[in-house]
């Protein structure tokens, strides 16, 4: 039998499932790699072009939530995004597989399954992750992009183009949404660094206890679970990008060790007293104001000034009228490619409304509601019901309100109309799980 070319991770804490599922699927695949702990994926992913993850969603004894495997679904979908995920979970678990397919998983397995089964969906992924990987090298070879023509967003990328080709940090502000990550890997990309990689960490949702682990990487033995030497993110970005995602959420505590390894270029795995050279080139972001938070005590004004070479900044959609249309339709189209639609258009009344709504979220709220409605619309006609804007636009026209009362609103009637369902809402919003916590305790919602 002739084994198809494609290389297959599973990662389990049993090693009985390793080797049965490795045993299911050696005759067949190339290449299975087997990991026992979750967090080696990360280099291996760095280092290896993996086709699929069979991925269990639970390594600790006692912790039996699932939340472990949809961080490490999260890590792998940002890593390697052509990688598909199948989720592997005990029955009586499926609510959160399902909550993992909502975030990107492919399928997901429950255990103990039937091998023809599990050959079946592993084929199904290959196939389709072969095919994602083909259509997101046509799109790279294409530059399949946006940025628009406004004044605000020209500007921004005209100083990102001056300062690509150059070692120069760069902080880039702006809300959330509004394609911070996008400009940071357009920087990357238009580098001399391109070849290398980009790496993205989203210190909003890296955890205190582990941050030193994950981005100064560890020692064996360094603390109970270090059972191997491990890199973390500034070694795994050598050469290449890191790109620090939400820098203004770091406690202070912890700012210190960061401006150290920026400034010397050098970091220490914890359990090591040897440092490491390493050479990346460091794009951060945030959305907060630094200065005022300088000025507050809550971020160093060393790191704020050694990670503020260049300072770009790119505008909220309000700000970008003249885009929005061109915006909404380049996602239109970007969506019925990616679900293989054939052509779609907006309904007449549609246009008028995007123009009236505030768009909270920015270009991830936008993304949002249009891919949701290419997967609800009838035919090949987007309207005002698919994309649920006729709820909303009450919200969009209180212009005279500040923006923090139409920012509260806006949570607020989305928390309400998913029952407080966070995930959910988050996912509506456009914004991460953390970042909607964030925005709930600025504005006291949940504590009335």
Known sequence: MKKTQASILIIDDQED?????????????????????????????????????????????????????????????????????????????????????????????????????????????VAESRKTRKKSER????????????????????????????????????ENGTGKYVLAHYIHTHSNRAAKPFVHVDLGALNENIFESELFGYAKGAFTDAKTDTPGRFELAEGGTLFLDEIGNVPLHLQSKLLQVIQNRQVTRLGEGKPRPVNARIITATNLDLKQEVNA????????????????????????????????????????????????QFADDVKPMLQRHSWSGNIREMENRIERAVILCEGNTITLADLDLETI????????????????????????????????????????????????????????
């Open 17 to 125: 499932i390793l080797f049965a599922s490795k045993m299911a699927l050696k005759k067949h695949f190339e290449h299975i790699y087997t990991l026992a702990e979750p967090k080696k994926a990360i280099t291996l992913l760095a280092e290896n072009e993996i086709d699929v993850v069979l991925l269990d969603m639970n390594y600790r004894i006692g912790f039996e939530d699932g939340r472990e495997g949809i961080y490490m679904l999260r890590e792998i979908k940002t890593l390697s995004p052509n990688t598909l995920v199948i989720l592997m979970t005990a029955f009586g678990k499926v609510e959160t597989a399902v909550e993992g397919l909502k975030l990107g998983a492919y399928d997901y397995l429950l255990k103990p399954w039937d091998n023809d089964k599990l050959l079946e969906v592993v084929k199904s992924a």
């Open 393 to 448: 636009t009450e919200t969009a026209t209180t212009s005279d309100a500040p923006l923090s009362d139409i920012e509260k609103n806006t949570i607020v009637r989305a928390l309400q109309k998913h029952h407080y369902n966070v995930s959910r809402a988050a996912d509506e919003l456009g914004l991460s799980r953390a970042a909607l916590y964030r925005r709930m305790d600025k504005y006291e919602i949940g504590k009335e």
């Open 139 to 174: 799109d790279n070879n294409t530059e399949r992009f946006f940025t628009g023509e406004s004044a605000a967003i020209t500007k921004a990328y005209n100083l990102a183009g001056k300062v690509a080709n150059t070692d120069a940090n760069v902080l880039i502000l702006g």
């Open 297 to 344: 005590k809550n971020f160093r004004e060393d790191l704020y000034y050694r990670i503020n070479t260049m300072s770009i900044t790119l505008p909220p959609l309000r700000e970008r009228k003249e885009d929005l249309i061109p915006l909404a339709e380049f996602l239109l189209e970007k969506m019925g490619d990616k679900y293989g639609y054939p052509p779609l």
